[in-house]
């Protein structure tokens, strides 16, 4: 049992991931003293429920992370960049679900079940990592610890979750709106902030982030850098494609990594059934694998098609799902949280 | 203008693909002089359009391929081994758009904008390859001829319209109940005549097609070899993961590609944007990449997102999308079939 109640706060707890910090703080019984929903002025006065309780969210201001132990963030990196130092100042450990800090060499970038021992390092933030780098390198975590790698090439097919509850809302009245023959509405997807927007229902847009300099986006370059970080290992290079499909809840990805040792597959199999935080479904010939639908609402990292490459007798396949809103987002924050415990 | 008319058949006249035939045949003023649709006992007497007549849909039997010049068959790998040998007895040349005969050493395997030289060594049977591997090979030709290569890393985003019309249905049956908050109803996907059946709607399926020794599809096994076969050279390595994701048409590839010399992106782009057969749209600063909403009904195939793998010097991405009814089974059997007459 943990040693003491904490207050928690959680900034964005009107948003998708927000909800999802809260159902999973309630559901792993985390030693809650009082819990502080926060939000922008818009939302100041909205109830959330926790425990059966309704809790009126209160408006995010410097002075609302008084008393606050711990901080849950999760209202967009511009708010993270505002916030994060008060909360600090007032004596908060943040963990930060947004991009604000995640390269920042003072702050740790986490996914416990890869380097849990790098939170002790923290100065007063702690980095969620994206979404999509969180789940592939929970199943690369046991490859890596008995094989070694350097090189990953990873495709992506990410829900529209990732973009929040508006944009889920949009995927659902644009697949009517096509069901019916009609114009399906476009204003979310790809990225709201940009100018132009397509349908994604029935539909597949490669662009999941603002583009970069050198032809990637933003999403594929945080796989690139944050595996790196994660890993503690610069020689990793990862090669990304970020394509969002029209799924509402979990991410899949293509993942092909070669191994620096020889293996066999038998203990491939072993390492990855063994991996903390990993389910393997593996039987192709039974019809078994991973998919997000199946994936909604649990916290693991589910991983399938395991298979050595055609090729390269050291290069291997497999597909790797999870529930973007729990282990690439709230689980992952809340784990986080309890190792601060 | 073609020097003499032909007499035409299509053999599963009453499928998605053979729909695609009778109205690529007319786009493209085929030099028809009959046309006859083909299909089972059980379509036998229905009707199809074609340049603006009912022509009704006789039984395929030996006989009915009497006189025929050119049979295009799209009815399954068992009806075409059935009838091609009976087809050609009779002097007709088929097209095959079934996976029956395409690894036959004495079958051109053709996609004309890679391999046409192919088609004059046909013995009365040629081959049209998978969907997927078709719109590969065409984005992948004016790299071989310029800088070769021999590594290729693939993972398709394919949509349903590869598994049929009552794919298709089952695709908008299933969207329609989950957006209503019901059980979606699982018949077809991911192989209609394997024992298990999941929904594709808001979903993603790692497999198109029946699973292997290996572990690998055969879906991705046809991608593996008929590569080597199309550019006829067996150092060509393909790794591939073929997933069906909830889209009704074209089929969508993130390619990566390891090219055997050094390059600049702009020898590169002139490439493909010279390529027979390939249109590039390619900037993402303004948000120009292919998808398959906009790829349905266009013959070509589509190319973007292409950039410079930011490990290897000499690997490329790119994103490969065209309609799979069209390039990746229609228009390239009436291709073919163009350079018959």
Not at 131 to 160: H, N, W
Not at 194 to 220: M, R, S, W
Not at 236 to 248: D, F, K, M, N, Y
Request: aromatic content about 6%.
């Amino acid at each position: 049992m943990p040693s003491r109640e904490m207050t928690v706060a959680i900034l964005g707890a009107s948003g998708a991931v927000g909800e999802q910090l809260l159902r999973n703080l309630e559901a792993r019984n985390f030693p809650v003293k009082e819990l502080r929903p926060l939000a922008s002025k818009r939302s100041a006065g909205k109830t959330i429920r926790f425990r059966n309780e309704e809790v009126v969210i209160r408006e995010a201001t410097p002075e609302a992370f008084e008393g606050v132990d711990i901080a849950l963030f999760s209202a967009g990196g511009g708010i993270s960049k505002m916030f994060a130092p008060e909360a600090v100042k007032r004596g908060a450990v943040v963990v930060d679900n947004t991009n604000a800090f995640r390269m920042d060499p003072d702050v740790p970038l986490v996914v416990p079940e890869v380097n849990k021992e790098a939170i002790k390092k923290h100065k007063g933030i702690i980095a969620n990592p994206n979404c999509s780098t969180i789940q592939m390198v929970v199943a690369l975590k046991p490859l890596y610890d008995r094989f070694g790698f350097e090189r990953v090439i990873v495709s992506t097919y990410q829900a529209v979750s990732g973009s929040g509850a508006k944009a889920m809302k949009e995927l659902e009245e644009q697949s009517r709106a096509i069901l019916e023959g009609q114009e399906p509405r476009t204003e979310v997807m790809p990225v709201g902030a940009l100018d132009k927007h397509y349908p994604l229902a029935f539909n597949a847009i490669p662009q999941c982030d603002v583009a970069q300099e050198n032809g990637y986006t933003l999403e594929e370059m945080k796989m690139v850098r944050e595996t790196k970080k994660i890993f503690s290992d610069d020689r990793i290079g990862v090669s990304a494609t970020c394509v969002r499909v029209p799924v509402l809840r979990g991410h899949s990805e293509s993942v092909y990594v070669e191994l620096n040792k020889d293996f066999d597959m038998e203990e491939i199999r072993h390492a990855l059934r063994e991996a903390e935080g990993v389910i393997l479904e593996d039987d192709i010939a039974a019809q078994v694998y991973p998919m997000p639908l199946n994936a909604t609402g649990k916290d693991e990292v589910f991983v399938g098609r395991v298979r050595r490459d055609t090729v390269n007798p050291r290069g291997l396949n497999m597909w790797v799902v999870s529930d973007n809103l729990l282990k690439g987002a709230a689980t992952n924050a809340v784990q986080i949280a309890e190792y601060l415990v």
